[in-house]
């Protein structure tokens, strides 16, 4: 098995896939995790690259990080499931949502865009950066983007814990998972996306701005969008208790 992953509760309720951010690991989604696993199967895993997971050499694709997911699922005979991942783990979602819908009842989707954010080669050149100098020498920048400074001083032991999944994420891993952004364009199959879909940005958002999510959001016919107001990229540590009610609800 390729990811590692951790699952709780009932192993007879319904599953819900959690997918993180890049450079971070399933522990992003521990509040979830623990509100969720009195009512689901939770699901909480690496992606490819990143945490206790595999690390082929790169770069990746899309379907590389998705075609994972699914083995994931078929490894734990899981035939169908919901999913929520936030930014790459977004990303990823909107690719299984346009491969293989069959395998989902809903997604809830954080920070996505569809097409990569930047230009490619700013891409490129992440990759580049962390293959020779490591994911320490992006690790400042991507906290400096992902908490508001007021949340950021309120819960230093949070942005701390966060800070050392991306410096302990595999540097091929996280170089890898950069070419897969980098290279994504997701646009021309949202429309055909006919699982229930709930999209969500971060008012503040330096990483993926709303308004990129919002254009997602608008692609896909019968989705719901959802703007969460003060907060940067990691929506789901700055209101844990509205992300889980919003995904409690659109998950069921
Ligand atoms: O690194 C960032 O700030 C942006 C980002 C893109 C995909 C992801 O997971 O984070």
């Given at each position: 098995?390729a990811l590692?992953?951790l ?12 997918g993180?951010?890049?450079?971070t690991?399933h ?8 509100a969720?696993?009195g ?8 992606h ?5 997971s ?7 694709k ?10 994931l ?5 899981v ?9 790459i ?8 949502a346009?491969n ?20 490619p ?20 920048a ?5 908490f508001l ?10 942005v ?12 091929e ?43 997602v ?13 003060n ?5 789901n ?9 919003l ?6």
């Amino acid at each position: 098995m390729a990811l590692n992953y951790l699952a709780t509760g009932p192993s007879n309720a319904p599953v819900v896939l959690l997918g993180s951010a890049l450079g971070t690991t399933h522990l992003l989604w521990q509040a979830q995790v623990d509100a969720l696993a009195g009512r689901f199967r939770v699901v909480a895993f690496d992606h490819l690259g990143h945490g206790g997971s595999e690390t082929p050499p790169g770069p990746y694709k899309m379907a590389d990080l998705g075609g994972a997911i699914l083995e994931l699922m078929d490894h734990l005979g899981v035939q169908q499931a919901s999913y929520a991942g936030i930014s790459i783990g977004g990303m990823v979602g909107l690719w299984l949502a346009q491969n293989a819908p069959e395998r989902f009842k809903a997604f809830a989707l954080l920070c996505a865009p569809a097409v990569a954010g930047g230009s490619p080669q700013m891409w490129t050149e992440r990759a580049e950066l962390v293959r020779t100098k490591g994911t320490e020498a992006v690790a400042d920048a991507a906290i400096g983007r992902w908490f508001l400074p007021d949340f950021a001083k309120a819960s230093p032991g949070l942005v701390a814990a966060v800070r050392h999944q991306v410096v302990n994420t595999p540097d091929e891993g996280y170089a890898a998972c950069c070419e897969a952004i980098g290279a994504m364009d997701l646009r021309d199959g949202l429309a055909s996306i006919d699982v229930p879909t709930l999209l969500i940005a971060a008012d503040q958002d330096e990483s993926v701005p709303a308004d990129a999510v919002r254009a997602v959001a608008d692609a896909i016919p019968g989705s719901q969008f959802e703007l969460i107001e003060n907060s940067a990229h990691l929506i789901n540590l700055a209101h844990p208790e509205h992300l889980t009610t919003l995904l409690a609800h659109h998950l069921r």
